[in-house]
């Protein structure tokens, strides 16, 4: 079975929230000795490079191919949500309450 390029995006971002909610979840949970924030920030970057690699493709070939435009928006718009919420992340990260005493 071929797999395009839309389902291949719709996985990618649905994995990096899964992921990046289940470092979160760790982190706030375990504290920094079970999850070092170095570990977190290199998997923001990582995903950060590979969605930003599979957007451009998947716009770009929608724009050479000009099919599947509408399931082709709804897998980039499902990608860019993926943005605010690794950004409330970061935040809650930064502001965790009892992070002095976890460092």
Not at 32 to 59: E, K, Q, R, Y
Not at 68 to 87: D, F, S, V, W, Y
């Amino acid at each position: 079975m071929k797999k395009n390029i839309n389902h291949i995006g719709q996985i990618v971002a649905l994995l990096s929230f899964v992921i990046g909610t289940s470092l979160l979840a760790f982190y706030l949970y375990l504290g920094h000795n079970f999850i070092p924030l170095g570990l977190a920030f290199a998997f923001i970057l990582a995903t950060i490079i590979i969605n930003s690699v599979l957007f451009i493709a998947i716009v770009g070939t929608t724009i050479i191919r000009k099919t599947e435009r509408q399931e082709a928006l709804k897998t980039c718009g499902l990608m860019l949500l993926n943005i605010p919420i690794t950004i409330l992340y970061f935040y809650m990260i930064v502001t965790f309450p009892y992070q002095n005493m976890l460092l």
